[in-house]
């Protein structure tokens, strides 16, 4: 549902007058009656004023967005007030209001609100057009920029609209990364803005942690001059088959867009053949990928679909020791109680799958669905033959080519057989070769590795074990979710799956670090920063104390070397203070929301707040202040 579809010229007010907070809600519900969409407007007004009582919808920048959802409303729609001298509606920056939309659903409908509630806040994001929209005086005028904004932003609705409109895009783009959070959004942002920057058209699907969104139709392929391809996992390629194609990291999305939209302009990309299972085999001849990058791009494949057996069982497992009663039975600590019990039980059957999945997806990546029982099967004897991690690994590796290597070899057979291969060749031959190497091969020296590796890390001294957390606090701000922090995050995985629990913690407080650290200095600094990378600020907040290390990217892009060795310096000082304090962590995510299950909580506070705020003065210092923006801050 399109916003331009929900409003009616009738209700539209762009003089509305200063009053208080009811008035306006009562003359925005006049506004909604008179477009026809109400049958009784003082029991939908009860409804709004009954959703404002929750919290006010004055979300603050000039903006409130008054919502109800009511049995009298006959179908949705939108009314609009413009109050040009502003008006007090108790919006959570108090500051006053200016621009007001009124949301009206059925009962009937669902989530409907919400959407259009989203799209809304999303649009108005953008101060120029809020400011546009608050100086029109003719309503067409006012309904034809959102209509403009709307479209730039999300695109026609539906593939039908975009066949009616005849709208094609010069460009396509898919954007993903391993754990589908920020790089895959930040790319695709990063893509949109150069895009409308160059005056070139794009639209790009985004392969996140919830599924691919916006998705490319066979239209939009067709009709468009070449695809980007930035992600550091595998995606469907058969689709872009015959199309000018650029495969690359997702990192070059988000630092590079500029030079991939222009190569692609220039008209030097080489036409992409083949199908998923020759892309997922590294044969088609123009993707040019170096040997290292193939190796990453298939471990991370793996990575991104073992994290949420990892994340989810793992924070259960350490809520069964939360709940539980030691006293009762040391031994049993963590399955004493009924409850601890259940939790230890179902977390322990999802981390269970970690291994088989990592080294699954792995074999997937490399020799297509063929690969995935094969590698499931490895992954599984790595877990029970004490190869752990490292075993896994290597079995994902070994199934993938070792699947390859059957394809070779049964290709030569007639083509009537080729319907048993993948059912009954591959998984045969595949499962009992995987299981000799993994028995007489890989278990073997791999479980007497990990059993050397555990023995050291147990002796290791309090010294040793600071220097430790030094070096994989600050690999976590290295690259900010690329390749060195994800090596410091896996070895935290594997060490949490032997019981090295205060790795753990060391890594993820190393990860907490670079956002917040920014987040300090651009609201303590002020003046090191510009209006927009103030309010990116704000945000980082969040981002790091949930753990997401990727809020740091933004500001590490436009000043790398600033930015990075500062955030390593106060990532490095907060893992090695984390394993001083003797500090231990047994879930594998969650930044803040998993603090009760620290050991030793107070001391990685102290290491959290420590490397922040070491993180914040050496950028302060690094950064200096921006001589225009002094009449800036006294507005702000």
């Known amino acids: 549902m399109r916003i331009i579809d929900l409003l ?8 509305g007058k200063a009053a208080s907070k009811e008035a306006t809600i ?4 006049d506004l909604m009656d008179e477009s026809g969409n109400l049958t009784d407007k003082e029991t939908y007004r009860k409804a709004v004023m009954a959703r404002e009582e929750e919290g006010s919808t004055g979300i603050g920048e000039g903006v409130a967005i008054p919502h109800g959802k009511s049995p009298v409303v006959k179908e949705a729609g939108l ?3 413009v109050v040009k001298e502003g008006t007090d509606f108790a919006a959570l920056d108090d500051e006053p209001a200016y621009l007001f939309f009124l949301i009206a659903a059925p009962e009937a409908a669902n989530n409907l609100h919400l959407e259009v509630l989203s799209r809304l806040s999303t649009i108005l994001m953008d101060e120029e057009f809020r400011a546009k929209l608050i100086a029109t005086t003719d309503i067409k005028t006012f309904l034809k920029l959102i209509d403009e904004k709307e479209q730039q932003k999300f695109g026609s609705e539906t593939k039908k609209e975009i066949q009616d409109s005849g ?3 010069q460009l396509l783009a898919v954007t993903a990364c391993p754990t589908g959070i920020a790089h895959t959004y930040m790319a695709a942002e990063s893509l949109e803005n150069k895009a409308k920057e160059m005056g ?8 996140g942690s919830g599924g691919a969104k916006n998705v490319l139709t066979a239209a939009e392929i067709k009709a468009a001059d070449g695809i980007i391809i930035a992600a550091d996992t595998n995606i469907e390629m058969a689709r872009f088959n015959g199309k000018p194609v650029i495969r690359t990291k997702v990192a070059d999305g988000i630092h590079k867009p500029k030079e991939l939209i ?4 220039d008209g030097k990309v080489p036409i992409y053949h083949g199908t998923d299972e020759q892309s997922a085999a590294a044969s ?5 990928e170096s040997a290292g990058r193939k190796i990453y791009k298939d471990l991370m494949n793996g990575v991104s679909h073992m994290l949420p057996f990892v994340i989810g069982g793992g924070i259960l497992i350490a809520l069964a020791f939360l709940f539980d009663d030691y006293s009762i039975n040391p031994a049993n600590f963590g399955s004493n109680t009924p409850f601890a019990a259940f939790l230890k039980q179902v977390g322990g059957t999802a981390f269970a799958f970690m291994l088989p999945v990592l080294a699954g997806y792995i074999a997937m990546s490399i020799a297509d669905r063929p690969a995935l029982a094969v590698g499931f099967v490895g992954g599984m004897l790595a877990n029970t033959g004490g190869a752990g991690f490292l075993g896994a690994l290597l079995a994902g590796f070994a199934a993938g080519y070792l699947v390859l290597g059957l394809k070779k070899v049964f290709s030569k057979l007639p083509a009537s057989l080729e319907g048993i291969k993948p059912i009954l060749l591959y998984p045969f031959f595949g499962i009992l070769i995987i299981g000799a190497l993994m028995v007489f091969a890989i278990n073997p020296p791999v479980a007497a590795l990990n059993a050397w590796l555990s023995m050291l890390l147990n002796n290791m001294g309090t010294s040793s074990k600071v220097i430790l957390g030094i070096i994989l606090g600050g690999m976590m701000a290295v690259d900010m979710g690329g390749p060195v922090n994800k090596a410091a995050y896996t070895f935290g995985l594997a060490s949490l799956a032997t019981g090295q629990y205060d790795i753990m913690a060391a890594v993820m407080v190393g990860g907490m670090v670079p956002p917040l650290g920014i987040a300090l200095c651009t609201t303590i600094f002020k003046n090191r920063f510009t209006k927009k990378e103030r309010e990116a600020g704000l945000a980082n907040y969040v981002m790091g104390l949930s753990f997401i290390t990727e809020g740091a990217i933004p500001f590490a892009s436009e000043d790398p070397i600033r930015v990075i060795p500062s955030c390593i310096i106060g990532s490095a000082l907060a893992g090695g203070l984390s394993m001083f304090f003797g500090c231990t962590l047994m879930a594998p995510h969650g930044g803040i929301f998993v603090f009760p299950l620290v050991g030793s909580p107070f001391g990685y506070v102290i290491a959290l707040l420590a490397g922040s705020v070491a993180s914040m003065f050496m950028l302060a210092v690094l950064k200096k202040p921006k001589t225009d923006q002094s009449e800036e801050l006294k507005i702000a």
Do not use: H
């Not at 070139?200 to 392969?207: H, L, Q, R």
């Not at 088609?284 to 040019?288: I, K, L, P, T, V």
């Open 8 to 15: 009616n010229e009738n209700g539209i007010d762009l003089n």
């Open 284 to 288: 088609s001849s123009d993707e040019q």
């Open 79 to 81: 009314a609009a007030m």
């Open 167 to 169: 709208r094609t895009y």
């Open 200 to 207: 070139v058209t794009i639209k790009v699907e985004t392969n």
């Open 26 to 29: 009562k003359r925005l519900v």
């Open 262 to 265: 222009q190569e692609m302009l």
